[in-house]
């Protein structure tokens, strides 16, 4: 059965393992090398020190996906935004865990306070991670043509947002 969790240390090496492939034969990010287990322990820290959740699937004992939240910019007047991140194993792709994932982060960030969240997909052909933030009440705002080169190929940027809560509606506590 898959559980999500919050990430634990010794979860690093598979989340980094599952980044790296992303990394080097995928578009969804826009990184070129892939980072080290001390990179990526140091960008775990980096935000649960702000607060913000990041989780892990798991199934039997081996870790299939992971989903975190990032402030969207670093400005105060940003702090009820944050940017979704979810990359999933290679192996477990349209399994649902990254659906999973997604749900899991979503009420974690509107449980935290959050207000919105922001979807910042690395290239407009990548259908899987638009198509599970569609089903997840994202909408489109907007595509960045040509923003980055990866794989031989000018890829563009799409921006979905998701409001959360009482969302824009209500002044912030």
């Known amino acids: 059965m898959l559980q999500i969790r919050p990430s634990q240390d010794g979860d690093i090496a598979a989340i ?3 980044y790296a492939h992303h990394v080097l034969h995928g578009t969804g990010t826009f990184e ?3 980072p ?7 960008r ?5 020190a702000r607060g913000l959740p990041w989780l892990v699937a798991e199934r039997d004992g081996q870790v299939l996906g992971f989903a975190y939240a ?20 290679d192996t477990a792709r349209g399994s649902g865990v990254g659906r999973a994932l997604l749900q899991a982060l979503v009420e974690q960030a509107q449980a935290d306070g959050l207000r919105k969240l922001i ?5 407009s052909a ?19 043509r040509a923003m980055g080169w990866k794989h031989g190929a000018w890829r ?3 921006l979905m947002e998701k409001p959360l809560g009482a969302a824009d509606s209500t002044a912030p506590e």
């Open 156 to 158: 563009d940027i799409v």
């Open 70 to 89: 990032n402030w969207f910019k670093p400005r105060p007047a940003y702090r009820f935004t944050a940017e979704d991140s979810i990359y999933v194993a």
């Open 16 to 18: 980094t393992t599952i």
């Open 126 to 144: 990548n259908a899987g991670s638009i198509g599970l933030h569609r089903a997840l009440g994202f909408t489109e705002v907007g595509v960045l």
């Open 32 to 34: 070129i090398d892939p």
């Open 119 to 123: 979807a910042v997909i690395g290239d």
């Open 44 to 48: 775990r820290a980096d935000v649960l």
């Open 36 to 42: 080290t287990e001390a990179d990526m322990a140091q």
